[in-house]
């Protein structure tokens, strides 16, 4: 079992759609969430962090279920600039407080 | 604030031949990583330094892949003899000690050929 999946989609959606992605993850001991954002051919760049008690960053919405080992990220009024690959990312395994093990990322395309 | 600084941005090669890649992480960020990323895949960590020191290096394949932080700021990445299979982009990233959040660089594109 992968330490973090994700849907690899694509998910097409259009434009003002509200689209969401989850995210499962299998240590249990995990203790830190994030989604990063990766353009194509570009680098990974912190989207948000993610908190048991849910956090809201304008259009984008994040959620974590620990008991289910769960992770979600909900974007509402889609933008054609949200078009990207959004990777799901657990850290502070086994103490590492620092170590980020990444998802395989899904794929947006937000259209016209 | 200037970002984490890589080089160079793209290389082919032969395989069996070596390559190294260099990384300049943010002014004081004590903690370094380097990441592989193939195509259709999260990144990978192969290797993360405090300082000049090794903190994890487990899936490093240690028998063609090697790196260092001398001093304790830059790092170099070798590969040495390369596969097709390393074909991918290299990304150093950096940051604060105990900080969560990384800063990436924008990567070194391997194609082995």
């Known amino acids: 079992r992968k330490e973090v999946e994700q849907d690899p989609g694509p998910f097409n959606v259009p434009e003002g759609a509200t689209v969401a992605f989850n995210c499962t993850y299998s240590?249990?001991?995990?203790?830190?969430f994030f989604w990063y954002r990766q353009d194509c051919r570009k680098e990974p760049k912190l989207l948000m962090s993610?908190?048991?008690s849910g956090n809201e960053d304008g259009r984008f919405t994040a959620q974590l279920n620990r008991a289910s080992q769960y992770i979600s990220l909900l974007i509402r009024d889609s933008k054609l600039s949200d078009s990207a690959t959004y990777l799901c990312?657990?850290?502070?395994?086994?103490?590492?407080?620092?170590?980020?093990?990444f998802g395989t990322g899904t794929l947006l395309a937000v259209q016209p | 604030e200037a970002g984490v600084a890589q080089s160079p941005r793209y290389k082919i090669i032969e395989k069996r031949q070596s390559v190294a890649f260099w990384c300049n992480p943010i002014?004081?960020?004590?903690?370094l990583y380097w990441y592989q990323q193939i195509l259709g895949q999260g990144p990978k960590l192969l290797i993360q330094?405090?300082?000049?020191?090794?903190?994890?290096d487990s899936q490093l394949p240690k028998d063609r892949f090697s790196a260092e932080r001398l001093k304790g700021v830059d790092s170099t990445l070798k590969i040495q003899p390369a596969k097709l299979e390393d074909s991918a982009v290299y990304f150093c990233?950096?940051?604060?000690?105990?900080?969560?959040?990384?800063?990436f660089g924008s990567g070194t594109r391997l194609t082995v050929v």
């Open positions: 990233a950096s940051s604060l000690s105990g900080a969560p959040g990384y800063t």
């Open positions: 240590n249990s001991a995990s203790q830190s």
């Open positions: 993610v908190y048991s």
């Open positions: 990312v657990v850290g502070g395994i086994g103490g590492a407080t620092n170590k980020l093990i």
């Open positions: 002014s004081g960020h004590a903690t």
């Open positions: 330094f405090q300082n000049n020191g090794v903190v994890d």
